[in-house]
């Protein structure tokens, strides 16, 4: 809005030169920030408002994996107990089962110290979570799958193509409802950045380019120390940190993608860059280790980072640091990070091409101050620029700048605190609204297509490892 559109509005005219400058900002500024409200509101529309589901009654779950994503995805019935309900847990470690187990009322009988053991068990609740590692999908989804389960399945879905694919197919097969994890597609942002596409705000898309920055210690901490490091134990980063984003592209192109070209290495954390001295953990008085970024006595003591994959560390206090040191001396999230045996990539790009004749790119950095994934999408009567908390629509025609901001929409506030910008809750209520109503329109993807953003992955990385362009069939 203009200066000269805002007086005019207000009914100010040329009476207004008495009023002081500044009091005229201000009340341009409310102006301005209304419309954006406004506008925020409406472009998201009505998709992503209620977290509670509609169904009958509480859907019951069997959850296997109770870490941190198993418990994302169980604190669902803490907050709508009329609506899911955690009738069994499985966990390896016994401290993560009792803790799940007892927040959640679960009997002594449905308390499993391995899955297996939980679906010898005959057929007893709805649904079954699984929040396990990534190399322990298959077995476990397959069985759950031939006992008639419906799955809500943590991503990736399984280390290799081959799996994934028979997981879908079985799963098609047995007639079950499957919700993949893809959290970011419930995310109000990326709710919103769809609407745009959908209502013609932009014409016709023609390209998209997405960009995720791993800030730097999250990447040494996931992908060099931690559970993804390697990747012959998981997936490729590309499918272990990015399917999400992939997802993401399919979800917003809306048609299948039919060839990719990758690109990527690991440059920088191998033993050839570790600096001479360096001990073989941080705790072992490395003389590097005050200034080493990746530090991990910096990242978990002295900023109390990713430090949720410490089971049962006091609270605070020098007692809990002395606790953190001890753990860093006895596991891989203390080793310094030149002398570890990663192998993912931590740069990498991907270029795509669809069906429709949309095209885009991605790009994954390990070396960014800040994560949080940049967006933009080109169409034919206007663009799209966004950083997964704000984006600006242009219109070519008139030049308007529309600014959808999460913080002007009221309603967006209660996802702050539920992870993959508001996604995690949104997903598990859609899960339970498809398999309390038995109707798999709740989830905006299906099990087919699903799969077939993981397999844009898997052909990426036999891109990137063999230097050309791969189709995908």
């Known amino acids: ?58 859907v019951t779950v069997l959850i296997l994996g109770a ?12 907050q709508y107990p009329d609506c899911m309900k955690v009738v069994g847990v499985a966990d390896i470690n ?19 110290s391995d899955w297996k053991d939980a679906l010898a068990r005959p057929k007893f609740a709805d649904a079954v979570v699984i929040a ?25 879905v399984a280390p290799t193509e081959a799996e994934c694919v028979a997981i879908r197919d079985r799963a098609n097969e047995k007639g079950a409802i499957v919700g993949v994890c893809h959290v970011l597609r419930y995310a109000p942002y990326f709710v919103a950045l769809k609407n745009v596409i959908d209502s013609g705000m932009i014409g016709q898309l023609v390209s998209v380019q997405h960009f995720e920055p791993i800030q730097y210690a999250h990447m040494a901490h996931s992908y060099v120390r931690g559970n993804w490091h390697n990747s012959k134990n998981c997936t490729p980063i590309i499918l272990a940190k990015s399917c999400h984003d992939l997802d993401i592209i399919r979800w917003l192109v809306d048609s299948p993608c039919k060839s ?19 001990t073989a953990r941080c705790t072992d008085g490395c003389p590097h280790e005050s200034k080493c970024p990746y530090s991990a006595i910096d990242i978990y003591c ?13 609270a605070s206090g020098e007692e809990r640091r002395r606790e953190l ?23 990498y790009v991907m270029s795509m091409e669809f069906d429709n004749g949309v095209t885009a790119s991605f790009a994954m950095e390990a070396f960014f101050a800040k994560g949080g994934r940049r967006t933009r999408l080109m169409g034919t009567h206007g663009s799209v620029e966004g950083d997964m908390k704000t984006f600006t629509i242009t219109d070519f025609r008139t030049g308007e700048k529309t600014n959808w901001d999460s913080r002007h929409v009221k309603e967006v506030a209660k996802y702050a605190a539920h992870g993959h910008g508001g996604g995690d809750l949104s997903l598990a ?45």
């Open 94 to 112: 016994p401290g993560r089962l009792k803790k799940m187990s007892d927040t959640h009322n679960v009997p002594a009988d449905c308390r499993f």
């Open 325 to 347: 040191l001890r753990r860093l001396a006895t596991t891989d999230y203390g080793r310094c990070v030149f002398a570890m045996d990663n192998d993912q990539c931590d740069h």
């Open 1 to 58: 809005m203009t200066r000269a559109e805002f007086l005019k509005i207000m009914g100010l005219g040329i009476a207004s030169a008495a009023v002081a400058p500044s009091a005229l900002a201000r009340a341009e500024k409310v102006a301005d920030e209304a419309t954006s409200a406004e506008a925020s509101k409406r472009i998201l529309g009505n998709k992503a408002i209620d977290l509670k589901a509609k169904v009958p009654q509480a």
């Open 260 to 278: 990719v070209a990758a690109y990527g290495d690991l440059t920088f954390f191998t033993p050839a860059n570790r600096p001479e001295g360096a």
């Open 302 to 314: 002295n900023k109390n980072q990713h430090t949720y994959v410490f089971d049962d560390l006091p």
């Open 429 to 473: 209520r859609d899960f339970v609204n498809a398999v309390g109503n038995n109707d798999t329109s709740y989830l905006t993807s299906s099990i087919d297509v699903s799969i077939e953003s993981h397999l844009m992955g898997f052909k990426a990385e036999e891109s990137r490892l063999k230097d050309k362009k791969i189709a995908i069939s």
């Open 132 to 156: 396990l590692p990534d190399n322990m999908h298959y077995e476990p989804a397959m069985k759950a799958l031939d006992m008639g389960y419906h799955m809500l399945l943590e991503k990736p």
């Open 67 to 78: 870490g941190q994503r198993g418990d994302v995805y169980a604190s669902y019935a803490e």
